[in-house]
């Protein structure tokens, strides 16, 4: 009885290792000026009257959009965000003058094997600047399983 106990505890013992150091990450965000990705590889639509502007400084990438019908429409590629179980798109925008900066989520347009793309639009009809984006992203659960099973005994 007493080997069959010390057995068990050490097929668990295989299966877990005991780290009592802080748990991983479960989410995730790009790093700033994730923008300057899009502007580089052209992974970008403006429609109507959109147009690429400077960002949060003279040397990055913007975009305007509004007044009236603008859209800037950010394609991004599968490869950025296959490893995560869901996530989110997120645009960093300010008024014109580029005061009252906030976070606005971005509702995903599916487009299949080439990737998602994110329009952020006037609000309104007012113009605003896009100034940053951002994917927030959640990890699949890495929990280690185990399975002990005891053979049926003839």
């Known amino acids: 009885m007493e080997r069959r106990a010390l057995a068990l505890a050490f097929a668990c013992s295989a299966c877990f290792s005991l780290d009592w150091g802080s748990d991983p990450p479960t989410s995730e965000q790009t790093a700033p000026r994730y923008i300057e990705k899009f502007c ?8 109507g ?3 690429r502007t400077s960002g949060l400084t003279s040397d990055s990438c913007g975009f305007s959009v509004g007044p009236g019908n603008g859209t800037v429409r950010f394609i991004v590629p599968p490869d950025d965000v296959a490893f995560y179980t869901s996530f989110t798109f997120e645009a960093l925008v300010t008024s014109d003058e580029g005061t009252n900066p906030h976070w606005i989520h971005v509702p995903e347009e599916p487009m299949g094997a080439t990737g998602s793309s994110f329009a952020v639009s006037d609000d ?5 600047r896009v100034v940053d984006v951002r994917v927030v992203g959640e990890f699949p ?6 399975s002990i099973a005891r053979r049926k005994l003839r």
Do not use: F, H, I, N
Not at 141 to 146: A, E, H, L, Q
């Open 40 to 47: 580089a590889d052209q992974s970008y639509e403006l429609v």
């Open 49 to 51: 009257t959109a147009k």
């Open 124 to 128: 309104g009809g007012e113009k605003r």
């Open 141 to 146: 659960d890495d929990t280690p399983g185990c």
